[in-house]
């Protein structure tokens, strides 16, 4: 065997088809006598419908059918759930008014769902769709999460009194109250954390396929999780056996979170497939993707943090409001809290934290987990007050932190979590020495011979990964158990195919995981396949969100191989004549210590396939295992970014000179991947942070409804980044590993702004910071 | 109404009979099954839909299938040698993984053809310039961006 092949790295084996063309993307899968759909969407932001006439669309050419809410309703069509339960301070249950596929007297936001609409073709059913005269009695709409509450608001929801879904808390709000009461400094900010649009550049495709041969359905979608979205979508929408359903997800052109969902159109497809008993075919254009699939952030935050007179950090008060759009998306409940408020100690050894949280309905596109999903929101509270409390008491940001730093694991935070390690002093130190924190004042001086602003910001953000330990997510609220599976299938010619319930959008599980089984089994890397995205091969899946793939599925992989080698040794040791207990396996090959005798991993399969030579009494033939696994603890991946600005004060352009990225993943599969994984977090941080920024007007018009308008960063917008790891190996699974996917989007946000308001001489300032709002800041302060 | 375009793909003479508001793209990917050309917005911006066009980096969402009337297109399936071997510049996409979903990549690669024609030895900001209208949400563009340069002096090269 050559080099170990964890920890190198290895090109990726899916990049072939990728670069040639040949990926299958599910707008590549086109079945027989397919037909296609279109939906017809509400153009208000709020209002009553009155009548739907369809009769132009059912003469126009090619069309095959209509559905609306009506049609759903008579079907006995369920809501969409949402998959968490959250309990509010009162002990009641959050409110969860029905999401229906298809309005049902009412729309909520632009882009709801009012009919679906089938023809032969795209442009047929589209054209149709145009046809369809929806008589709507426009309502006044809210917009803005900060204001659903106010008196007289207009109300979304009967089920929802004031518009909100629940008021939920964290930590002992007396025990805060007490140590704001004897701190010597209280730094206080009003925090806006802009929405985004996740905008995956595959945008959203599902194929609804119903056989009458066997009563079955195939849905072809494009999924970051396709059992759990069969799971919702057979037991909790549609009530169909799940063996009558296989769920699909191939190729698919990133996530980000925004396909974690069971989505309307889904189930529409799906059911109305069986009505005509054709395949149909709803591909999302990024104008639909816009307006429907789920947004991310939206918090307005007041956050403070008590300190004694040497910056040691000693309460942090936190109020926020969650703006979860105009119905419960899948998971919109749980990242505002649980991933949220848990987050609120970051690095620090802050004894209390208190953390209210609202979520409100309001007239917008449902909102969910985005990369990071509440780690990103947590984070930039804590940074963003860590760094501004540093400045008002006149101590260096680094040296605050390293003052509060936690340096003894395991520790328990006043907000729920058990970091099980970390060394956050030596991403800090690392992250100081690659990004030359020292030849920063040089670089400021010279910034100021030109005329420029140059700011230096800090972010030591933590997250929690891996989810989750189903019994803890159960008693927070999951109405899902979040382990993970997998099956590792030996050949009788000891080639192997793993099938895993992680699924890849983008990450390189092929690789990764390839990497991981080729390693443990001592075999090449080109002897394994992974298999993933399809209810019908893999046995079961949580999927892929929450950075937990190679720590959940990973690790699930691990213990099927674990099962593999142990039943291999006891054919080994049959074929040996040994005893089992002196039978090792080591580099691909079963041994008897002490002697010459030798099995490889492949004589061993073979055997176990054609078992002449075999012991019947105490196994049966065949090697294939598969394995569950449910983390005992999140994972706890951190690092400190770096972020150096220059700000033109003429045009107010800002400009990333340097960002340095040091991460703690624990152990590393891939350098390459990870890097990868880094470098496209980042981006998307620094777009929250420079570029991105979804708004509405006040009718709940989405007036950043395309790339012309929202912008998402292109390759002028960011520089070359400055990445390294640290490594504290996790504690609690056998890999030693923490998960990478949404650290870049966690931390850059806050390093930028930080770096920003540095600049500028600013306490704060609004996201995302465009030319236009980094002008008028620094014009507001000359005024001021 | 149905008119009829013919054109050459890949080496091949092709005709399809469409609609005259039937997108370039839409014959590649729906009459001729070169599924690698992919549509990632509606507003000209990404450049997932990137073809070259008698041997000029075109998106093929923003033509009109008669407008290629007569045209010499080639798609990212043609790109790579009739054994399999990846052009140059796919084979540094691969060794700089300049890509993770893939889903741009196809436009990625058929711009970076293009461009490095012209830019043997292109520098960071050239390169940057250049990905003006090709959008990635993945990779953040560092390793597009080294991918690109690499590739680029390995055509120079003829390798």
């Known amino acids: 065997m050559g080099a170990p092949l964890i920890g190198a790295r290895v090109e990726r084996k899916e990049d072939y088809r990728f670069l040639t063309g040949a990926g299958q993307y599910t707008d590549d899968v086109d079945l027989p006598r397919q037909c296609y759909a279109a939906f017809v969407r509400s153009p208000h932001a709020h209002a009553v419908i009155k009548k739907i006439n369809s009769a132009k669309a059912r003469k126009s050419a090619g069309f095959v059918a209509i559905y609306t809410g009506e049609d759903f309703a008579a079907a006995k069509l369920g809501g969409l759930p949402c998959g968490w339960l959250i309990t509010d301070v009162n002990g009641q249950p959050m409110k969860e008014p029905p999401h229906p596929c298809l309005a049902q007297g009412k729309v909520r936001y632009v882009g709801d769902q009012v009919a679906i609409v089938v023809a032969e073709t795209i442009d047929q059913a589209r054209d149709a769709a145009e046809l369809v005269e929806v008589d709507y009695e426009v309502l006044t709409a809210v917009v803005d999460g900060s204001k659903a509450t106010a008196k007289g608001a207009p109300q979304l929801h009967e089920a929802a009194p004031n518009n909100t879904c629940y008021v939920w808390a964290i930590g002992d709000k007396a025990a805060a109250d007490a140590a704001f009461a004897k701190a010597a400094h209280v730094t206080k900010l009003d925090l806006i954390n802009n929405r985004l649009v996740p905008n995956a550049m595959e945008p959203r495709v599902a194929i609804g396929s119903y056989s009458r041969a066997d009563d079955s359905y195939t849905l072809y979608v494009a999924s970051q999780n396709p059992h759990v979205e069969r799971l919702l979508m057979t037991a909790f929408v549609m009530g ?150 540093a400045r008002e008491m006149k101590i260096d940001p680094a040296e605050i932190r390293r003052r509060n730093f936690i340096t003894a694991f395991p520790y328990q935070t006043p907000v729920a979590l058990m970091y099980d390690i970390g060394d956050y002093n030596a991403t800090m130190d690392a992250a100081q020495k690659l990004g030359d924190v020292a030849g920063y004042p040089a670089r400021k001086k010279a910034s100021e011979a030109k005329g420029k602003l140059r700011g230096l910001g800090y972010a030591a953000y933590i997250e929690a990964c891996g989810i989750a330990p189903s019994a803890v997510a159960g008693a927070l609220g999951a109405r899902a158990g979040l382990f993970e599976a997998g099956e590792v299938r030996v050949h009788p010619t000891g080639s192997v195919t793993v099938f895993t319930g992680s699924h890849s959008h983008g990450q390189g599980h092929e690789t990764t995981f390839a990497q991981v089984v080729a390693d443990r089994l001592g075999m090449p890397i080109e002897n394994v396949d992974i298999v993933h995205g399809d209810t019908s091969k893999v046995l079961f899946g949580m999927g892929t969100y929450g950075s937990r793939s190679i720590a959940v599925g990973g690790t699930a992989i691990v213990k099927a191989l674990d099962k593999v080698i142990a039943k291999g040794k006891k054919i080994a040791a049959h074929l040996m004549e040994a005893a089992e207990s002196d039978v090792v396996f080591e580099n691909g090959a079963y041994t008897v ?112 409804g395309s790339f012309m308008d929202y912008c998402i960063p292109r390759a002028t917008d960011v520089p070359f980044y400055q990445v390294d790891t640290r490594v504290t190996a996790c504690t609690h699974n056998p890999l030693g590993v923490k998960g990478c996917g949404e650290a870049g989007a966690i931390g850059a946000p806050a390093a930028l702004m930080n770096a920003i308001t540095d600049a500028l001489g600013v306490k704060d300032m609004p996201m995302p910071a465009s030319p236009q709002t980094v002008w008028r800041t620094l014009k507001n302060k000359k005024a001021a | 109404m149905a008119v009829k375009v013919s054109l050459k793909v890949n080496g091949k003479s092709v005709s399809a009979e469409v609609e005259e508001r039937t997108l370039l793209v839409t014959v590649i990917r729906e009459h001729l099954r070169l599924t690698g050309t992919h549509v990632g917005c509606d507003t000209a911006q990404c450049g997932a839909c990137t073809v070259s066009m008698n041997g000029k980096a075109v998106k093929s969402c923003s033509m009109l299938a008669m407008q290629a009337e007569g045209a ?39 711009n970076a053809i293009d461009f490095a024609k012209s830019h043997p030895n292109p520098s960071e900001s050239e390169i940057r310039e250049a990905l003006e209208g090709n959008l990635c949400r993945c990779t953040g563009y560092h390793n597009i961006v080294k991918a690109i340069g690499a590739g680029a002096k390995a055509m120079a090269a003829g390798k």
């Not at chain 1, 449910?630 to 003429?650: I, K, L, R």
């Open chain 1, 240 to 389: 169909l056996p799940e063996h009558k359903v296989r769920v699909v997800a191939g190729d698919v052109g990133g996530g980000f979170g925004s396909k974690i969902y069971l989505y309307a159109e889904d189930v529409a497809v799906t059911w109305t497939s069986k009505q005509i008993n054709r395949p149909v075919k709803w591909t999302s254009d990024r104008s639909e993707a816009f307006l429907t699939d789920a947004h991310g952030r939206d918090h307005h935050t007041v956050a403070e943090l008590a300190m004694d007179k040497d910056g040691h950090f000693l309460g942090m008060r936190v109020k926020t409001t969650a703006n979860v759009g105009a119905y419960l998306s899948t998971f919109a409940s749980c990242v505002p809290t649980i991933l949220y408020a848990t987050l609120l100690a970051g690095q620090y050894k802050t004894p209390v934290i208190h953390c209210e949280v609202t979520a409100v309905f309001t007239n917008t596109t449902p909102v969910d987990a985005y990369r990071g999903a509440g780690r990103p929101e947590a984070t930039y509270v804590v940074e963003r007050l860590v760094e501004t409390a």
């Open chain 2, 72 to 110: 010499d297109v080639m798609t990212i399936e043609g790109v790579a040698k009739p054994d399999g071997t990846l052009h140059p510049m796919q084979a540094a996409f691969k060794e700089h993984h300049g890509l993770q979903c893939g889903f741009c990549t196809p436009g990625m690669v058929m």
């Open chain 1, 593 to 704: 210590a002490g002697t010459d005798k030798k099995k490889m991993f492949g004589e061993v399969a073979f055997a176990a396939y054609v078992p002449h030579n075999y012991p019947h009494d105490k196994l049966e033939p065949g090697l294939n295992e598969n394995a569950f696994y449910d983390p005992s603890n999140f994972t706890f991946p951190a690092g400190t970014y770096v972020c150096e600005v220059e700000v033109d004060p003429e045009t107010g352009v800002v400009k990333i000179e340097k960002f340095t990225a040091v991460d703690d993943f624990g152990n590393i599969i891939n350098p390459m991947i990870v890097e990868g994984q880094v470098h496209g977090g980042l981006t998307q941080g620094i777009g929250q942070a420079l570029t991105e920024g979804c708004q509405y007007d006040a009718s709940g018009q989405l007036t950043t």
